[in-house]
């Protein structure tokens, strides 16, 4: 199977800006996959998140559109804005040489208005979540007669979120001749049923997905189900991570083990269903800079996180699915990283471990916890978060606010870490020990001509 990009039947521009990015060699789902897309059939694609797919697809459907046509070519579904974020970010990059070409984010939880203003200026491809792609049609803000492509991507999550009817009725809404990717990293019985409705003769490929032990590291210990909050603790005691994701099975384990945590001073938010937009947004960006050691979450929630060098990740419970454990633990372990899987399995989730073992084909690797070191020192974060009132649609940019805390602050740059921009407000991440001193610059100082208020998270 060729490996390199410049195999493909792709444009000058193209190639030369994959080269600009470091795309050199495909990943394994690329190398498969972008033959058959490129030719313009459907596809049904088996492939873990990190594996190269967005841009897979991406360049894919980028290669077939007119830039002149200003209607919308291509529509990618995403189970949840980070994602649909994380897919549209991609896409920029992959479309920068191409001019005139506008990819809009259409996803609830965000104001409608302004996606209508945007609908209205045209734009070749829309990347959002179901629901609210469903309400733009519903309005008929979003017309999807002149589409080409539409692609699923993580289709197993959206029909654990219940999104089944959401994306039938869309595709009813595209025309019969376009060709249609589904991207799963898990094949429920649901994805045969989409797959039997609104694809036509679908290729099948499925890329490797199980995590050989050199890439992450799997260790599995037996508790008793009363001790598991104690065992969270102690693992995350031993082992101290900077970033860790831990993995629970419900809203409640999830404030539970949040509870347990702060008590023990370790540094830990939870991230569920329950949460409102602003307060998700808030609890991913705080975790992204590196505010918050730990990520407490239910695996409908964590869906589209993707963040550089977490160091572990822990599962609370089981899951009752094999395969969503391999696409939890591939959470941990990117670009090159070698990363840390760590399982907590009481008497009765014994079978769902069993089905973990038959599924890698090799035993697990049983330790006991009374062999970690119990530290009781707090596991704080590196860094705190300031939350600023101003976001985009106040015109506020990445370099006004860093400029505000080294130029009028006199505050070291090196000391300032990730900012992240919303619509109505902003969060920058700056070193605990100049966190005060950030805290009443920035409240006493101006930005851009005007005060803001500031507070830390």
Not at 95 to 103: D, F, S, Y
Not at 449 to 454: A, F, H, L, N, Y
Request: hydrophobic share 45%; proline share 5%; charged share 20%.
């Amino acid at each position: 199977m060729p490996s390199s990009f410049a195999s493909l039947p792709l444009a000058e521009t193209m190639q030369a800006n994959l080269a600009e990015l470091g795309y050199l060699s495909m990943t394994p789902i690329q190398a498969a996959s972008l033959p058959i897309i490129l030719k313009g059939q459907d596809l049904i694609a088996q492939a873990k998140t990190g594996s190269g797919k967005t841009a897979a697809f991406g360049i894919g459907l980028l290669t077939g559109l007119n830039p002149r046509y200003f209607g919308c070519q291509a529509l990618v579904l995403c189970p949840t804005r980070e994602l649909a974020d994380q897919v549209a970010r991609e896409l920029r990059r992959l479309a920068r040489t191409t001019p005139n070409l506008k990819i809009l984010t259409l996803c609830g939880g965000m104001p409608l208005g302004p996606q209508i203003a945007s609908l209205e200026h045209g734009a070749q491809v829309i990347v959002g979540t179901p629901g609210r792609v469903q309400e733009h049609l519903r309005k008929g803000t979003l017309v999807l007669d002149g589409l080409n492509v539409a692609v699923l991507d993580e289709a197993d999550r959206m029909l654990d979120m219940g999104f089944i009817e959401a994306i039938a009725d869309i595709l009813s809404q595209t025309p019969a001749r376009r060709q249609t990717l589904l991207f799963s990293a898990t094949y429920p019985e649901g994805i045969e049923r989409l797959a039997q409705d609104y694809l036509r003769a679908p290729l099948r490929i499925s890329v490797e997905s199980q995590h050989s032990d050199t890439q992450i590291r799997q260790r599995f210990y037996e508790i008793a189900a009363q001790d598991r909050l104690a065992a969270v603790v102690r693992l995350l005691r031993h082992h101290r991570p900077a970033s860790a994701v831990a993995f629970c099975q419900t809203r409640q384990q999830c404030q539970e083990v949040v509870e347990a945590l702060h008590a023990q001073r370790i540094s830990a938010a939870a991230l569920h269903g329950d949460l409102e937009q602003r307060e998700r947004d808030q609890v991913l960006a705080m975790f992204a800079n590196r505010s918050l050691c730990v990520l407490v979450a239910t695996d409908v929630a964590a869906r589209g996180i993707d963040v550089a060098g977490l160091e572990a990740v822990i599962n609370v419970e089981l899951s009752r699915d094999p395969a969503v454990h391999v696409h939890r633990i591939g959470r941990s372990g990117r670009a090159g990283e070698q990363g840390l899987a760590l399982s907590l399995v009481a008497p009765a989730e014994a079978s769902r471990a069993q089905a973990i073992e038959a599924q890698q084909g090799s035993p697990l690797d049983w330790q006991s916890l009374g062999a970690l070191r119990d530290t009781p020192e707090p596991l704080v974060p590196t860094m705190h978060t300031l939350a600023l009132a101003a976001g985009k649609k106040d015109k506020l940019r990445p370099g006004d606010i860093l400029g505000a805390l080294t130029g009028d602050a006199g505050l070291p740059g090196a000391k300032i870490g990730k900012i992240t921009l919303f619509d109505n407000q902003a969060f920058v991440a700056v070193e605990r020990d100049i966190a005060r001193q950030a805290l009443q610059r920035l409240s006493e100082g101006k930005i851009k001509g005007r005060s803001i208020k500031v507070r830390m998270l």
